[in-house]
């Protein structure tokens, strides 16, 4: 049976299930980019507070601004907006669960009409994204709101039809602004240092290009909270299709995920908010160290193993993590690396933090692939893994491990294996990274040649030196000798 409303009393009875009446439902939340992470962690949320029997006036409608989105929008509406989650425990655990706190699913407009007009509607008090690291337009050069991409300059000259989420949230800003109804809270659930203060220049920074008044009465009136989130989220393949039908759950996009959550939220919601801390999460003033030690160790941590396992053909990271020298890599770069700069929160030393994140990737219930993780590798060097060499090489901290992670990278986008099988493209600017890797093969300083990736980073000898030294060592004697090399170092 196909999963809906009306045949959520015939699921397996061990499958949790909303008890709530989805009829009585209400809208509070937009959410733009529903992929599979925010319906196993915002989502999630709110479906919990509605398990207890509150915050059914934050249902979430569902909106995206690629025309992809459609799929996933008539997949969902065929279920009554149901998802599956499933819970993979390293012990062999699978807690199912049907979540049901999405109300709606917008269409997908060139134009973003249906997503202006739903943010322009009073009861949505919050619009949350997950747009992925590289969605928020930044400039490499200072991390500002680039003002020379095509989509930006596209949505200043047409803020009626926006191709942009952020110039989708600055016309409904208008609209609500103009008709009494006041502002609301932009909530980023993506992976970024500070993705509340980048949120609100991509918003603010857009609106000043067509309209002055307007990008002041944002910046004054809506807030933009900063968030850390967490959870490991695969994408969906057969396998985990195959996971759910087993459980006789004819769910078209269910989702797998494992045994930990963590979200760490500043309370500054403009318009009201549902009391997340009843189901787990965390308002705190303290976000920036959380989101800085996520970043700086697992988010860090996943760029480290997966471009090696890439190269090497291993398909998931917690095959990655089997392999003795990708582990022993990860160990010893996050160790004498990279936590040197993470400052630790208060009873939380950050090597116990390294080690749950260990046992999180070493977790071989979930199939996370090296794929998934590898993928815009662009926008997560620069988010990940660069500001830490960038602290290396002010205080004069190694950054010889780093100089190999960055060196497996440029390998990696030679685009071929060890084994000579071609590696699919797996970012926004592939062909650019191909080019530059291929070139960089006879000389090393082409790929830190790459302004928009690595600033004046090229211009340090200390990690210029480093990396030619490993790049020249991958091509001459492979990934795995490189490795040992930099693991048997003191
Ligand atoms: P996904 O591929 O399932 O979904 C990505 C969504 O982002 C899609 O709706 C897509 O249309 C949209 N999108 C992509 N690029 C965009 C752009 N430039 N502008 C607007 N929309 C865009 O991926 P996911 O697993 O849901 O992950 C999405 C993001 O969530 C990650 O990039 C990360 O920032 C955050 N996150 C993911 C995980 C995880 O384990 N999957 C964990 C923590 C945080």
Request: proline residues 4%; charged residues 20%; negative net charge.
């Given at each position: 049976t196909s999963l809906n409303n009306n045949t959520l009393d015939a699921l397996p009875s061990h499958v949790v299930r909303p008890h709530y009446d989805r009829t009585k439902m209400t809208p509070g939340i937009v959410h733009i980019g529903v992929g599979n992470f925010h319906r196993a962690h915002l989502a999630w949320y709110v479906h919990r507070l509605m398990q207890q029997g509150q915050a059914l006036d934050w249902a979430i409608i569902g909106a995206g601004v690629r025309e992809h989105d459609a799929v996933m929008r008539e997949k969902l509406l065929g279920q009554d907006c149901l998802t599956t989650l499933i819970e993979l425990d390293p012990l062999g655990a699978q807690a199912t669960e049907v979540t049901g706190a999405m109300l709606?699913?917008?269409?997908?407009?060139a134009d973003n009409k249906s997503l202006i007009q739903a943010m322009a509607?009073?009861?949505?008090?919050?619009?949350?994204?997950?747009?992925?690291?590289?969605g928020y337009y930044l400039d490499p050069a200072n991390q500002g709101l680039d003002l020379t991409h095509p989509d930006i300059i596209y949505d200043a000259e047409n803020p009626d039809r926006p191709r942009t989420a952020f110039g989708a949230i600055v016309a409904a800003l208008r609209l609500r602004r103009d008709s009494g109804v006041g502002p609301f809270t932009g909530l980023s659930c993506d992976n970024l240092q500070a993705n509340g203060t980048i949120f609100r220049q991509a918003v603010v920074g857009l609106a000043r290009l067509s309209d002055a008044d307007l990008a002041d009465w944002i910046d004054r009136h809506c807030s933009f909270p900063n968030s850390m989130v967490d959870c490991i989220v695969p994408a969906t393949g057969p396998a985990e299709l195959q996971r759910v039908r087993a459980f006789g759950i004819d769910d078209d996009v269910p989702v797998t995920h494992e045994n930990f959550r963590q979200w760490v939220i500043e309370d500054t919601f403009c318009a009201g908010r549902p009391d997340w801390s009843l189901v787990g999460a965390e308002f705190s003033d303290?976000?920036?160290?959380?989101?800085?030690?996520?970043?700086?160790?697992?988010?860090?941590?996943?760029?480290?193993?997966?471009?090696?396992?890439?190269i090497l053909g291993v398909e998931n990271i917690s095959d990655a993590m089997m392999q003795p020298f990708i582990h022993a890599l990860f160990r010893k770069v996050l160790t004498d690396e990279i936590i040197p700069h993470v400052d630790p929160l208060p009873g939380s030393p950050v090597i116990e933090y390294l080690d749950l994140i260990d046992r999180r990737f070493a977790n071989d219930a979930i199939i996370d692939t090296v794929r998934r993780v590898a993928f815009d590798g662009s926008a997560r060097h620069v988010g990940f893994i660069l500001p830490t060499i960038r602290d290396g090489l002010a205080s004069g901290h190694p950054i010889e491990g780093l100089a190999l992670v960055e060196a497996l990278w440029a390998r990696m986008c030679e685009g071929m294996r060890e084994d000579g099988s071609q590696i699919e493209a797996n970012d926004p600017i592939?062909?650019?990274l191909t080019a530059t890797a291929a070139a960089?093969?006879?000389?090393?300083?082409?790929?830190?040649?790459?302004?928009?990736?690595?600033?004046?980073?090229?211009?340090?000898?200390r990690f210029a030196d480093a990396f030619a030294k490993w790049l020249k060592h991958i091509y001459e004697n492979g990934v795995e000798s490189a490795i040992q090399l930099y693991v048997e170092q003191n």
């Open positions: 709606d699913f917008l269409p997908v407009d509607d009073p009861r949505i008090r919050i619009v949350t994204t997950t747009i992925t690291e590289g303290h976000v920036h160290q959380y989101e800085a030690r996520k970043i700086r160790v697992l988010n860090a941590g996943h760029q480290v193993l997966a471009n090696a396992a890439e592939w062909d650019m960089a093969r006879q000389s090393p300083s082409v790929w830190l040649e790459m302004q928009q990736i690595y600033g004046d980073l090229g211009q340090h000898a």
